[in-house]
């Protein structure tokens, strides 16, 4: 009798004494959540600070149109990410929960916009612009839940794209392309779209604002333990593809373009989405080099070409930052990745390119229907007084030009 | 007795075992404590990039004024930020507890500065800064004790104000304006600053660093589990805003203004800041909205008329972007916190209003005794060389005109 | 019998009951690691920020040079990453295991390869930039080895300098000066570098990047909980210098220069780094003081009577801002830190100057052997087009001048 109360007395205090660092665990675990999720949130700020300052600048090349460019990248940012949003509070999913993921894929949704954006620089209004993201926004997310979430059931499978080289990358240039398509018309053609020379300097800015932050793209929602390695591997990408557009450029152009520098020294990011946590880094490094080959050649060889033989504009070359290092990335992950379902990954490139193609020409006739212009759109058509800018020597001849 | 011992034995055993995780459970909260003041130093550097890039760059529009604006903005920072730490010492908190909370507290003082450095932009020396700077300090840190500590006991109740739209914002530009008044002679008024249209792109670089890094601003000091919504909230208003800038800018003026994307495009930054952890998405994005409106408004309409009726300049319209959308989002709070003490919010931007307002007078007529102009100031007159910069069209021209 | 089985019951309990939490805490830990890591990788990509926009932009101020600066910034660091990564695989410590860490040396690589850049900026090819990556890496490699992991045994004991103001400013910057003294001919010599005095605010932007992201620099490799108080640290050092430096521009030059302000104020960042972590806020804001006063006398008054006197040009100023401030940051600990190894710290700096001049002079001559130049190098000479940039007053002057 006596042992038994002892027993229970014992019992008793092992409970209290175990009971302590048990709860104690369980509000670390809670906290070590909110944690994890402030980082989150650091990494959804550097791809903000991508958004508007990286794609901004990096598009104030096209003469007469740095304010447009900036403008509209504030306003397709803003009209996308609500947008998202809004989509997202559908499923019921209400209240706090995951809400840092949903904004991260907000602004994935947004970078894909402003790739697709790209491609019509210099074509359209601000009004166009917004209009273009609302049309965007539901094609995207379509796409999203048939390559990504099983939609529709056409995917039994793992699809391998952490960074989004085919649903964010590949998917915005081919609706872009697909818009340009839809909408340029014989004399829109003709009159090209020209490029500010003195921007250089400006397209750099953007261009490294992209290169910095880019691992906190790719590693975004990337669980805690793999950020390390994933932002390695991405950094070695964009080393390689940094290396190699010079190199290229060099070689196919016989001197160095400055719009090379600015635009394919990124592809080595965009190739190495797919398997950013996955690869080892001499592989990331070798996809950004021959990343940086193939942006390089499709800036310097194929652009000229596919221009005259399609008589369409792709202002920004989305084409050779964006699609083809996209779509070479997620292909590079059927050799990168073991037991990868490769049907899985051939399938989801496949649709991506054909809702993106077949919703950008929808969204493009639709566009149209606001408005198109025979001469390119320049700054002083929507903005008031004169950017001197950079062109004030012959501003005068210039403005009177293209009114 | 046999038991005894084994009894013993087991609660010696017992006190081992469970001490081991008593034990990591409190080194783990001392480190979940460091990592969680790690968090909050991204977000002080985070705030430090709005400081000195951000405000930096939104204020390089005054006519030959590039070097200065910039030069100003890191005298500014750096006089403020050791000020309000010596300040803190005098508190006798001394070591480095809560090291990071005081920082961040610093650079809200400097935030709160460089606006209302922006309504006297163009008219002081570098020395007359760092003046406005030592005088500006006190009174903040006066009204931040009075309004949130309950110093002197005027407050009794909690004010509504996490991310500072009142005792940030309306501090700054209210303090910003009465310094203004205090110190434009009718000469000076007559001379007006003259604005550099060539520098629409660094405003919308500095304005894009302000919208990007916001988030961070306001959700500073927040629990970690609070970041993400106030993150989210944050965006969502500045997504609304600009909306609503561009709507508001065509409407009321027919055409875009630069000026208008580059600040009233934040002003749903500044409005939120009130209630940027306790607003829902929706609201978040309304009180964005209404901010944008009441900002374009301000500088599209009531600026002239404002300025021809007191004849004093307010060079950066700080009324429109930090004033007019402080209060609103001071208010605002009113009507989206349930149980809010109306007394004791109403009170705090009362006091704000008459401390900014007071103690901006007297800095102001302190900063005269120092030298008035009747000219703007250039940069020639403090700088060396001459920066051609972007108004290289007529430098000979200017440089005689102006010393 | 029954107390004993009792006895094994309870004791199964125990193991079961503790055995959670304690599993728990292991979890725990790690995810604290991971934590942690992921934290320093945060720090890891604003240094990232600082080698390409902030150098980068700080050196786009040569006359016709902006787009080279950029691309050689991109060479530079996308050479010598992955180099040092390189040469940590030879270590035989393969795996993610400290992965950060070594993401964070090959950055302070980079950042010091940059500095010696900075010597002989508007020098060298796109190709020679690359080599001297190439030569840089593996000396830069062997100083860090032999002053700070006790290499060849030449050092026994610590020495003080945790952000780098010996391993990585001075030696990056008597590297540049040992090349450039190497290098230069007497031709060179007597055709100046032209600055380009326009670019002002380029190289404020650049120089506001490096302040607000140098406290993440010097803590990159700090524990948690030193973070907070070794980022004051840095930021009082950085308002110090500020402050000094437009002091001592005006005392020193009459008028203030805005290259002071851009360069100088950084000084107190350069000379804090060593104690960065171990001084008290009053020390290190002093200490920002001296190195700004230090460094604004050197670009003032020593740089113009040392290139007379050794006949060779040190670009950048790299010796006033990196060389004599990283010097004074590690004489400073021996007053600082109590109970430091003086030999140790005085042996560190004067082998890292002898590595660094030894390696330097080396490497000079075996770039020179790449081609040497009696013009300065500008873009056309390997760029595309023309950038009239912010030069177009005489674009056609200057494009047959330099063909």
């Not at 090349?61 to 504030?74: D, E, N, P």
């Not at 306003?75 to 999913?93: A, D, M, N, Q, T």
């Not at 990124?266 to 190739?271: F, I, K, R, S």
């Not at 990745?337 to 929808?362: E, F, H, K, R």
């Amino acid at each position: 009798m006596k042992n038994c109360i002892k027993n229970i007395l014992m019992l008793t205090l092992l409970a209290f004494a175990v009971s302590g660092p048990v709860c104690a665990a369980e509000n670390v675990g809670t906290t070590l959540a909110a944690l994890s999720d402030v980082q989150k949130y650091e990494r959804a700020i550097h791809i903000m600070a991508m958004l508007l300052i990286g794609f901004g600048f990096l598009m104030v090349f096209v003469k007469k149109y740095g304010r447009s460019a900036l403008t509209a990248t504030y306003l397709l940012v803003s009209v996308s990410i609500p947008l998202y949003f809004l989509k997202e509070s559908f499923h019921g999913v209400g209240g706090s929960e995951g809400i840092i993921d949903k904004l991260i894929l907000a602004e994935f949704a947004a970078a894909s916009l402003l790739i697709c954006a790209g491609a019509v620089l210099g074509r359209l209004k601000m009004s166009q612009y917004m209009l273009l993201g609302v049309l965007f926004v539901p094609f995207y997310a379509l796409n999203e839940w048939v390559v990504l979430n099983g939609g529709l059931g056409l995917i039994s499978g793992k699809v391998v794209d952490t960074g989004g080289s085919i649903v964010i990358h590949a998917f915005g240039a081919i609706f872009g392309l697909a818009v340009a398509a839809s909408m340029t018309t014989q004399k829109e053609y003709e009159t090209p779209i020209e490029c500010d020379d003195t921007s250089d300097r400006y397209s750099l800015l953007g261009s490294m604002v992209l290169w910095v932050f880019w691992p906190s793209f790719c590693a975004a929602l990337v669980a805690p333990a793999d950020v390390p390695r994933t932002a390695v591997n991405v950094i070695l990408a964009l080393c390689g593809s940094t290396i190699a557009t010079y190199f290229a450029s060099v070689r196919l152009r016989g001197k160095i373009s400055a719009a090379d520098i600015a635009n394919a020294t990124l592809a080595g990011g965009v190739a190495i989405g797919s398997t950013c946590d996955l690869a080892v880094p001499g592989t990331a490094f070798a996809i950004g080099i021959m990343a940086g080959i193939v942006s390089t050649f499709g800036f310097a060889i194929i652009q000229s070409r596919l221009t005259e033989l399609t008589k369409k504009v792709d202002t920004c070359g989305v084409l050779y930052l964006h699609g083809m290092p996209g779509i070479l990335g997620g292909v590079a992950a059927l050799v990168v990745v073991s037991g990868i379902n490769v049907v899985a990954q051939l399938t989801a490139i496949l649709i991506t390119v054909a809702i993106a193609a077949g919703s950008g020409l929808i969204s493009g006739k639709v566009i149209a229907v606001m408005g198109r212009r025979s001469e390119p759109y320049i700054d002083e058509e929507e903005f008031e007084g004169e950017e001197s800018g950079q062109n004030e020597v012959q501003p005068l001849i210039a403005a009177t030009d293209t009114v």
